[in-house]
């Protein structure tokens, strides 16, 4: 259980990473300006605290992933961050209705997070 969970963080970590680049891979310098003062703000900002928080889950899955495990508060995070990715996996389906690689690939990757936050949780429930 312990590779899994640090897989987690991993995962975690990548998003953080992911997310820091938004600014230059879809160019929110420019298509940015296209929007009301505070919808610009609020992409941003929404932005910044997905990275605090992935950071924040890489941090506790690298370093205490199996201490997570070993408590019921650890157990209910960890099974939210997997709803958390399900949902983000529906969210493509709603939001981004196109036939386009990228998105299928995120979708794909969206939906193995998803598993791979539940896959502790059904370990413990074995034990």
């Known amino acids: 259980m312990k590779m899994i969970l640090f897989f987690c963080g991993l995962y975690s970590l990548a998003f953080a990473i992911f997310h820091m680049g938004f600014w230059k891979?879809?160019?929110?310098?420019?298509?940015l300006t296209k929007l009301?003062?505070?919808?610009?703000?609020?992409?941003q900002i929404l932005n910044c605290r997905l990275i605090y928080i992935f950071l924040l889950l890489a941090f506790l899955y690298l370093y205490f992933g199996e201490a997570?495990?070993?408590n019921a508060p650890g157990r209910v995070l960890t099974g939210g961050i997997s709803i958390f990715w399900l949902g983000r996996t529906i969210e493509q389906f709603v939001f981004l209705r196109v036939n386009n690689r990228v998105i299928h690939l995120?979708?794909?990757i969206f939906f193995l997070g998803a598993?791979?936050?539940?896959?502790?949780?059904?370990?413990?429930?074995?034990q």
């Open 25 to 31: 891979l879809f160019g929110w310098k420019k298509d």
């Open 36 to 43: 009301q003062f505070y919808n610009r703000g609020i992409m």
């Open 68 to 70: 997570l495990m070993a």
């Open 106 to 108: 995120l979708t794909v």
């Open 115 to 126: 598993l791979l936050f539940a896959w502790p949780l059904l370990i413990w429930v074995r």
